[in-house]
């Protein structure tokens, strides 16, 4: 009698990433990436316009299959890569990090306490990030503001959510922000978050299907200074203090999103109170499941 034999589990099919990219014509379009490739989608039928309207079918993987064309693959290296956005809202979520937390409490003595409690408190911090005009893609550059003169990048997962808050998609994100300018009061939160290319999200978005697990995933920060190593940490989402079903749920009360959202999730990455971005520097941050984003910092 043969022994029964172990049943193998299927490999896990790769999470479908959609891109929004332009060619060197300057035409623009939808795509998927595969490896180092870019599969245009056929949107000329109109029954799907945009990223943002594949994002809202009922099965975006589906679609995207759908939508694939028999055209030629191009290599990536050949196409500019475009913010994933359309007319989302960009909203962000602060102190869900126990590190997050104990940076933001030594930005000033006299806020510290708000931070402290939000941390623990059942409703978190949540803050209108930005509009699409302010957005920064793969290779694009942020900002710093000239009024400020401690400046971080905050690398965090970002959820992407159709009009009905459902979770549909992830990507990377770059809550810049001004610390010395939040430190000085809470209440300037905004002006510290919200400016011209205050945010970078990309390189695409990636599916939930064939996403890792969400204890598994891991989040790296590289910042490059003169082509050198300035500074590099990670971070893990099993680090966060709450779930994204429970920033989704807070987000989503007595608000509505036509158009969708991005949700950057904050973040567990910070260095030292010692550094500040300066023009020029590359902040490179890595997600396990999405890729890379790159962006060069500017000033003024």
């Not at 939808?30 to 994002?55: H, T």
């Not at 590190?99 to 930005?107: G, K, L, V, Y």
Request: charged share 20%.
């Amino acid at each position: 009698q043969p022994l029964p034999q172990p049943q193998v589990p299927s490999p896990q099919p790769p999470p479908m990433k959609l891109a929004k990219y332009m060619l060197p014509t300057g035409q623009t379009g939808v795509g998927r990436i595969e490896d180092d490739n870019l599969l245009p989608l056929d949107l000329s039928k109109g029954q799907y316009r945009s990223l943002f309207e594949i994002l809202e079918s009922d099965n975006p993987n589906e679609t995207a299959e759908f939508l694939t064309h028999e055209y030629q693959p191009i290599p990536l290296n050949h196409v500019t890569l475009l913010p994933p956005i359309d007319q989302q809202e960009v909203w962000a979520a602060g102190v869900t990090y126990k590190r997050s937390r104990t940076a933001r409490m030594e930005e000033s003595e006299t806020a510290a306490s708000c931070y402290d409690r939000v941390y623990v408190s059942p409703r978190p911090e949540l803050f209108y990030k930005a509009s699409p005009h302010r957005v920064s893609g793969h290779g694009e550059p942020l900002r710093i503001r000239k009024d400020s003169e401690w400046n971080v990048p905050e690398p965090e997962m970002t959820l992407v959510l159709n009009s009905k808050l459902q979770l549909v998609g992830f990507t990377i994100g770059n809550d810049m922000s001004s610390r010395d300018i939040e430190g000085d009061n809470p209440l300037y939160l905004p002006q510290a978050k919200c400016y011209n290319q205050c945010c970078g999200l990309g390189p695409w978005i990636t599916l939930p299907v064939g996403m890792p697990a969400r204890e598994a995933t891991e989040i790296h920060l590289v910042i490059r200074r003169g082509g050198k190593e300035e500074f590099r940490g990670k971070s893990g989402i099993d680090q966060m203090a709450r779930t994204y079903e429970n920033l989704i749920g807070w987000l989503g009360r007595d608000n509505s999103f036509p158009s969708g959202a991005f949700l950057l999730t904050g973040t567990g990455i910070v260095p030292d109170s010692s550094f500040t971005l300066q023009p020029n520097d590359e902040v490179e941050i890595s997600i396990d499941g999405i890729g890379s984003l790159v962006n060069p910092i500017v000033q003024g």
